[in-house]
T-cell receptor
């Protein structure tokens, strides 16, 4: 069966520090991968999506970047965190366009202090 | 932005009652999905309805779609305390591959 792993679960980082969040998928090949951010009590904002290795599309200009070094690995990074980067980050995968739905990871709660 | 909006933002009902949540969106879609999120967790896919469908059922869930009004509703019948969660709609765009999520409805079912 397919599983998605996202870590760490929580992270507290000082302003100006770097960030690396990792997401891996097991049990499938060539998934579409997504990074979302959810502000407290708000909806999900699509940050990046990838349809293949090295193929990254960015939805909003921001302080973050994403990479897909392997088929089932998706990494969210920042060189210097801002206070406004705080939030709940969710990784998700889908087969193709997601007609069977997206499968989400358990999320990373990032607090920038 | 294609992001949808759910209405109401928050809903509190007694166990056994029905809960109805609405979603409105802006541009033409191919598909609309509903998800559930327990506090501090990832989202779980509930149901997908295609643009050429008007109604779909899954267990205690009933979803309707009105493309002329660009709106959808999610009905949870005979609610249970375990249904307490946030519910989100997600829409794609007719020319794209991604799903965009709404702002969510927070449902509280009181035992």
């Amino acid at each position: 069966s397919q599983t998605i792993h996202q870590w760490p679960a929580t992270l507290v980082q000082p302003v100006g520090s770097p960030l690396s969040l990792e997401c891996t998928v097991e049990g499938t090949s060539n998934p579409n991968l997504y990074w979302y951010r959810q502000a407290a009590g708000r909806g999900l904002q699509l940050l990046f999506y990838s349809v293949g290795i090295g193929q990254i599309s960015s939805e909003v200009p921001q302080n973050l970047s994403a990479s897909r070094p392997q088929d089932r690995q998706f990494i969210l990074s920042s060189k210097k965190l801002l206070l406004s980067d705080s939030g709940f980050y969710l990784c998700a995968w889908s087969k193709g366009q997601g007609m069977r739905g997206y499968t989400f990871g358990s999320g990373t709660r990032l607090t920038v202090v | 932005s294609q992001q949808g909006e759910e209405d109401p933002q928050a809903l509190s009902i007694q166990e056994g009652e029905n809960a109805t949540m609405n979603c409105s969106y802006k541009t033409s879609i191919n598909n609309l999905q509903w998800y559930r999120q327990n506090s501090g967790r990832g989202l779980v896919h509930l149901i997908l309805i295609r643009s050429n469908e008007r109604e779909k059922h899954s267990g205690r869930l009933r979803v309707t779609l009105d493309t002329s009004k660009k709106s959808s509703s999610l009905l949870i019948t005979a609610s249970r305390a375990a249904d307490t969660a946030s519910y989100f709609c997600a829409t794609d765009v007719a020319t794209g591959n991604q799903f965009y999520f709404g702002t969510g409805t927070s449902l509280t079912v009181i035992p």
